[in-house]
């Protein structure tokens, strides 16, 4: 049903010259290891293909479902309902999608939340060029340097979502005597009654968070409502559990990890989300194979909630603080 109600729509740095004068440090190698795929034509588009290996029985069966979670019921997979931002930095190409249909975009008051930017603002930008209120989330060595008011409608904070609120100190195992460096780890529920948005719907939840989506989702926003007043959640997801060469250590884990694969996208869906979009997001690219099936370790996903209403009335407007 809503296959038919956006256009396809392509913003990029070429055609947004305001980029250019933000007030940035230049970016550096970000740790994010799924952020260095390489060009579009490269691609595979299919996520899973089979070998001339057989798959075990117990995992084909699984393996299935999670198929039809990500590619087969991704109504609006071919349609041209979406728009899509490409932002480019270095030789990194990131591609992100929003549905901007009238009859979808907000009325009344726009809010984007977007958690593990790396160094690259262009699709933030982008969202707070069309009105929204962008805040932007990320935390690294690098990010010391960056002001919390990027541009009009901007806000960045150096911190990363996760299940409790934590400080962490990180460490460069490749970096004899380094000191480290401080991450601090936020609920989504905190973050959203910090900057005053307790009763604000989300337009846009980005969700690029190397591997900790999972939990992230399970253990925290599941046990929330946040979930029902956000329209559209964009969701980077690893598979790197079911890599050839990944840390389980038996059948059973791999099979756990699956499993929870599964309950996540079961509860995305019980939420009333969609898929929308899938797209491969890889390094390298990253494929693997196991049990005779092939697929993606990393891919981009767009989940739209149909059944989610629109505030009739801005919620008012809240002045970001200057830290969390």
Aim: charged fraction near 25%.
């Amino acid at each position: 049903m809503l296959a038919g109600l956006c256009l396809m729509h392509e913003v990029n740095v070429a055609q947004n010259p305001h980029l250019l004068g933000l007030p940035l440090p230049t970016p550096h190698d970000s740790s994010h290891n799924s952020r260095g795929g390489r060009e579009r034509q490269e691609r595979v588009r299919e996520p899973f293909a089979r070998t001339e290996v057989p798959p075990a029985p117990i995992f084909l069966s699984r393996y299935g479902r999670i198929r039809n979670h990500m590619v087969r019921n991704t109504s609006l997979h071919h349609a041209t309902s979406l728009q899509q931002f490409n932002s480019r930095v270095n030789i990194w190409l990131l591609n992100q999608r929003v549905c901007l249909e009238p009859d979808v975009f907000p009325t009344a008051y726009c809010l984007v939340y977007s958690f593990g930017i790396g160094h690259d603002f262009t699709f933030e930008v982008a969202m707070s060029k069309f009105g929204c209120d962008v805040y932007a989330f990320d935390s690294d060595r690098f990010h010391a340097h960056y002001p919390t008011y990027i541009g009009d409608r901007l806000t960045f904070y150096k911190a990363r979502i996760g299940t409790t609120f934590m400080r962490q100190t990180v460490f460069r195992s490749d970096v004899p005597g380094d000191r480290g460096f401080m991450v601090e780890y936020w609920p989504l529920s905190a973050l959203l009654r910090r900057l005053g948005h307790r009763s604000h719907h989300l337009f846009y939840l980005k969700l690029d968070i190397e591997g900790d989506e999972w939990e992230v989702l399970e253990k925290s926003l599941f046990k929330t409502r946040i979930l029902e007043r956000v329209q559209q959640l964009a969701l980077e997801i690893h598979f790197e559990d079911l890599r050839a060469n990944g840390t389980r250590s038996s059948s059973q884990e791999l099979i756990r990890s699956i499993e929870r694969y599964l309950r996540v996208a079961d509860g995305l869906r019980a939420r009333g989300f969609r898929l929308a979009q899938w797209e491969p997001n890889f390094k390298g690219p990253e494929l693997s194979c196991l049990e005779g099936l092939c697929y993606h370790v990393y891919s981009e996903t767009l989940w739209l909630n149909p059944s989610y209403r629109r505030l009739s009335t801005s919620p008012g407007i809240v002045m970001p603080p200057p830290r969390l």
